[in-house]
């Protein structure tokens, strides 16, 4: 009976221990930021460097291609889908934007409809818009691209990549967001026309990665939130969400982007992302 006392006080003072060197560690592991941030004194360097970490953390992929689904639903909860594809190429140097070419498949009333983008960092972005009911390529004003991209909760804006030098930054806080901990930071758009006066952006302290964005309009009034669920990792090295949700809070209309099939340095080049090749996108 006494080593049956022993043996059992001997467990729960072990689980204490346990308990206890977890609590201790808990926030290390959970707030595991890059190294060298500046310091919380200096909000706005500190909040360019957790943008810069972010955008370092995914360089070199060299060109993907990816499936989508968006499905749309309207203040009522009905829903509809769309298929898509989409390819991105990357920007090696980093010395201006990526390139992207959106094509839809299904319904067949929008099928072959296709977004090229070219993004730019200080420069507004270039896009076109192929329409195969009129057989015609238009091309996307810098004062158009806060417009809703074919009756989404996404603006055209909102496919151009986050160029690093395209928002001035400040550090908000750190907080808890789900089971990890975030850097929220402020960015503000420095080029022209964009729809937004700021974004409120969370980003996790593990791996860099966009976890939610609040959109605020013209008014500076919260316009939409966008939130990043389940990553996956590519090749042991490129995060992917598998799903964004966009929320309208002036509408109540929602967008969710399903995301399948990455495949990474399939071989795409400039010839791929021209005008000319979104009349053969379809």
Request: include cysteine; hydrophobic fraction near 35%.
């Amino acid at each position: 009976m006494g080593g049956t006392t022993f043996a059992r006080a001997r467990k729960n003072a072990l689980a204490t221990f346990a308990f206890a060197l977890t609590a201790l560690l808990a926030p290390h592991l959970a707030h595991a930021e890059a190294p060298g941030l500046p310091p919380v004194s200096d909000p706005e360097a500190r909040g360019a460097a957790i943008a810069a970490e972010n955008d370092a953390r995914d360089r070199g992929w060299g060109d993907a291609r990816a499936d989508m689904k968006m499905v749309l639903t309207n203040a009522s909860g009905e829903t509809s889908e769309r298929a898509l594809r989409f390819m991105m190429l990357e920007n090696t140097d980093r010395s201006d934007g990526d390139w992207s070419l959106m094509t839809f498949e299904r319904p067949r009333d929008i099928e072959g409809t296709a977004l090229l983008t070219y993004s730019h960092i200080k420069d507004a972005d270039d896009q076109w818009l192929y329409l195969p009911t009129v057989k015609r390529v238009k091309r996307i004003s810098s004062t158009n691209k806060s417009g809703p991209f074919v009756g989404s909760e996404f603006a055209f804006e909102d496919f151009s990549t986050q160029q690093v030098g395209k928002f001035a930054y400040k550090w908000l806080k750190d907080e808890a967001c789900g089971d990890r901990t975030c850097h929220v930071i402020e960015r503000k758009p420095l080029y022209e026309d964009s729809g937004y006066t700021r974004e409120t952006v969370w980003v996790d302290t593990t791996d860099y990665q966009f976890r939610k964005i609040d959109y605020y309009d013209r008014k500076d009034t919260l316009l939409k939130t966008l939130t990043y669920q389940n990553y996956a990792l590519y090749e042991n090295k490129f995060w992917r969400p598998g799903e964004l949700d966009m929320v309208n809070h002036e509408s109540g209309k929602t967008t969710k982007l399903i995301w399948e099939g990455y495949k990474f340095r399939t071989g795409l080049t400039k010839d791929d992302f021209t005008t000319a090749s979104l009349e053969r996108a379809r």
